[in-house]
């Protein structure tokens, strides 16, 4: 069995990137910019843009906080919208999800301008990533393919169910997979909270990508022998023992699991540095979309 070790592989990414951007300086250009918009205050949120934020510093991407009260209205955050989609020194931008109950995240993504949607949302990168088009992809996804490729794991062929069918992972990672491209080419069953025969199903994969968050979803019984484990669930479990009072839990039972597998990835460590540097890489993929260069 081998762990994927998304830590490491996050590294190795962020440091090609700082050498890319350190080149682009060094021909005068300059720095890829990310905007990233969060609303309230939510703990895991401003953890996540915190992090994002280290992230852009530490290859050279320069980010820049807006933070809204979540006392804005939608038709506010929907103008901050439009004043970034217009403001050609923003390459790219984000709105931190989830938001106010009184904001209807559907129409502030879809109201991105798709060349600047590094976090691949709108209809318009959704629909090309449908058709095969070019297209900046949803991280998550972005962030499990380049580890596979990196461990020139193989999908070609292969049986893989994705659980979960959320925007920002389930849907895009299955409609990634079943593309005729490399890392891809594969048979895709896209599993939710409907699905009858989960584990009958499970059974017969090669892959299972699971991204539901109920830690433990994933139990021994569900998975053959050899089969490969992407594990995207992070949920806070209370956990008096820790110095910050929860810890980290995925949706596999990883010590059960584990032992069956030809790889898995650990939560933390796994999926998640991933999904921070693919949104790095959709950030310099944004940039060179952006014609003000
Ligand atoms: P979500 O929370 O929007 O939806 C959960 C999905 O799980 C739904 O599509 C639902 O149909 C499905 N589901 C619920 N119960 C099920 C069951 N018993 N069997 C099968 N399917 C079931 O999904 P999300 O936003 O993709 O988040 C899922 C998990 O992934 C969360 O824990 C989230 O924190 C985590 N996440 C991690 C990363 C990362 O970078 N590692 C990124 C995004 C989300």
Redesign the pocket.
Known sequence: MTILNGKQIAAEIRSELKAQIATLLNQGKRAPKLGIVIVGHNPASETYVANKIKACAEVGIEAVKIAYEDTISEQELLAEVHKLNSDTSMDGFIVQLPLPKHIDEQTITSAIDYQKDVDGLTPENVGRAAKGLPCIVSA?PRGIRELLSRYDITTDGKHIVV????N???KPMATLLMQKHERGNATVTL???H?AH?KQICLSADIIIV????PG?LTADMVSEGATIID????RVEDPSTERGYRLAG?VDYEQVAPKCAYITPVPGG??PM?IVSLLQNTLQAYSLNSTL
Not at 163 to 166: D, E, F, L, P, V
């Open positions: 998550t659980i979960g069918r959320s920002i992972v389930g599993c939710h909270s699905t989960l991204a539901v968050g109920h979803l995207v669930g992070i949920t949706d999926v998640g999904t």
